[in-house]
């Protein structure tokens, strides 16, 4: 299935390019008797008017934005403007990680507790969920097994679940990273055992016919066959886990980003907050990007080409 | 001649499909002796890799019996090593380490990992793509991909080597200097190999016997085709050998006179 999907996206770079080669020899044609020596040009051209519209398309996006908390917060004056907020960011990243005690702690401490709790969870829901999925994958028995109760309960917001935590453990935070938990163990799940049933069946037929025992279908096969799968599913795991923490953590208290959202709402510091939400914004971002480049690496040629 | 090491007896095999029972192959009754190669022809969807998986145990057959050494096959094994028809590399491991992984599991019991390290290099180098051993599958020509496939099959020493259209997907030029590494390899190791093919210049070249099948469905053994050509062959030779002319005109009689493919 990976290998499909990603060599259509390779096909889909194709595309463009030959689009962009395509379209200069028009204009060269249409302008000068001799297209030849205009080609490389028009085409080095059409690379830096691409690259152009992106930088102008990014800037207006961001612009637009801009313009609108603007006109917002002029007619809501509890709002603060991107001026104020600027001059907040200014003050608070100066010094990110003070720390006067477990209730004063710097915006820096609060991402990196957040952090770790996401970063504990998700192993744990990785140690847990890779190997379910593989087992839900390989054999048929506890596939069916796990289907109704995997589409049972996925689709709930998993701060359903943190009166349980909070009754089996008796400790806020323990409940947090039981959500967390909860909540990044599907993705797991649901993609190794995708990714193991989407093993071409070449590969099988290779372990089948050397009869390798299951130690090794599993080690030399399976998993480096999973392995783009299972990287997916890491990321949407760890993305759905950046998503919840926030909430969890602003019920359960404690020290996190989402605790010190809640803290300056009660503080009434408003510029405080959208510091934080844009603060939220660029580490989930900064996480995507990181679990990309990591799948991209450890995606064999045979997913590339 | 001494006992068959593959006799097949009466064996049959159908797909249940959800359209209901759908039989593909009736009554095939064939035997492989040590050392031949012998070719299954016949029209596409005939039934050709469904027997062949058949030898292999990939599938187990429906009716009759397989038996490999006197022995029902129920399942595959290193003994029967296949060739894939599209190599089925495993594309995370090097050209060595698909080979070795194969050689690993045949003779790891016995021998040192000095040993089967040499084996695994003779057997790149039989197919001449020792310079390419630590080069991934992605990183080399769709030729030498299959010469490495044919490498980790004959470095398992297997009693019968199955190749399903193992040069299928490679241009005439390509396929006609692996046609000749394979007979130079068969020359050297005496192999018993059993292949499908589409090619009947490639199928009178290569084997002892050519097994022509009749359309499906309930495919069956139409006609078996001796080629008493001296062996080594050389392709050179044979374009004006009339023998060779007679054998390939056989096939072409039996596959587009007495097998014409209906217009589907
Ligand atoms: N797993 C299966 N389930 C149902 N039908 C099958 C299955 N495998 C093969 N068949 C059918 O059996 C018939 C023979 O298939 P097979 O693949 O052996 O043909 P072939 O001679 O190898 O064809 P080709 O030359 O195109 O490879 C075909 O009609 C095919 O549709
Ligand atoms: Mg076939």
């Not at chain 2, 797909?15 to 012998?38: C, M, P, Q, S, Y």
């Amino acid at each position: 299935m990976t290998s499909m999907s990603m060599s259509m996206t390779a096909d889909g770079h194709v595309a463009p390019h030959a689009v962009a080669e395509a379209a200069p020899a028009a204009p060269a044609v249409a302008q000068t008797p001799e297209p030849a020596p205009a080609e490389p040009a028009g085409r080095r051209g059409e690379v830096m008017r691409g690259f152009m519209l992106r930088v102008v398309a990014a800037a207006a996006g961001i612009g637009g934005l801009l313009a609108v908390w603007l006109a917002v917060s002029t007619h809501v004056p509890e709002l603060p403007g991107p001026g104020v907020t600027w001059q907040a960011a200014l003050e608070l990243f100066a010094d990110p990680f003070y720390n006067n005690g477990p209730n004063d702690m710097g915006i820096g401490w609060n991402v990196l507790y957040s952090l770790k709790r996401v970063g504990i969870d998700f192993g744990l829901a990785a140690a847990v969920g890779i190997p379910l999925g593989f087992i839900i994958g390989r054999f048929r028995f506890f596939n069916i097994a796990a289907e109704p109760v995997v589409s049972l309960l996925r689709p709930v917001s998993p701060l359903a679940w943190l009166p349980i935590g909070l009754l089996v453990f008796k400790d806020a935070d323990m409940a947090a990273m039981w959500v967390i938990f909860i909540c990044s163990i599907w993705p797991m799940i649901i993609n190794t055992a995708a990714g193991v049933r989407a093993v071409p069946q070449d590969y099988m037929n290779v372990a089948r016919v050397l009869a390798l025992s299951e130690w090794k279908v599993v080690t030399k096969i399976l998993f480096p066959a999973v392995l783009p799968h299972i990287l997916t599913g890491v990321r949407l795991a760890v993305g759905t886990a950046w998503l919840v923490i926030v909430a969890a953590e602003m019920l359960t208290g404690g020290i996190g980003i989402g605790f010190w959202v809640w803290d300056e709402w009660n503080n009434l510091k408003v510029e405080h907050i959208i510091i934080a939400i844009f603060l939220i914004g660029v580490v989930g971002l900064a996480l995507e990007y990181a679990l990309l480049w990591i799948a991209r690496r450890a995606s064999h040629g045979a997913t590339i080409n | 001649m001494n006992a068959p090491i593959v006799k097949i007896e009466q064996a049959g095999m159908a797909f249940d499909t959800n359209k209901g029972r759908f039989v593909a192959l009736r009554d095939i009754d064939l035997n492989i002796h040590k050392g031949e190669f012998v070719s299954l022809i016949g029209h596409s969807g005939c039934g050709k890799s469904t027997l062949l998986n058949l030898i292999a145990g990939l599938n187990l057959p429906t009716a009759g019996v397989c038996l490999c050494n006197g022995r029902e096959i129920a399942g595959p094994g290193p003994e029967r090593a296949v060739v894939f028809q599209n190599h089925s590399l495993l594309p995370w491991m090097t050209c060595f380490e698909n080979v070795y992984l194969a050689v690993e599991r045949v003779f790891a019991a016995k021998e040192s990992r000095s040993e089967l390290r040499a084996r695994t290099r003779a057997a790149l180098e039989m197919v001449h793509m020792d310079h390419a051993m630590n080069k991934y599958p992605h990183e080399i020509s769709g030729g030498m991909k299959q010469r490495v496939g044919i490498a980790r099959a004959f470095s398992m020493e297997p009693q019968v080597l199955l190749m399903d259209e193992p040069f299928g997907a490679l241009d005439a030029l390509t396929r006609a200097s692996l046609q000749d590494e394979l007979m130079g390899v068969m020359a050297k190791t005496g192999a018993t190999v059993v292949m499908v093919t589409h090619d009947v210049d490639e199928a009178v070249l290569l084997s002892d016997r050519v097994v022509m099948m009749t359309n499906g469905p309930a495919a069956t053994i139409g006609e078996i085709l001796e080629v008493r050509l001296d062996k080594p062959r050389d392709r050179l030779k044979l374009a004006h050998d009339s023998r060779f002319a007679a054998y390939r005109a056989a096939i072409l009689e039996f596959l587009y006179q007495k097998q014409m493919k209906k217009a589907a």
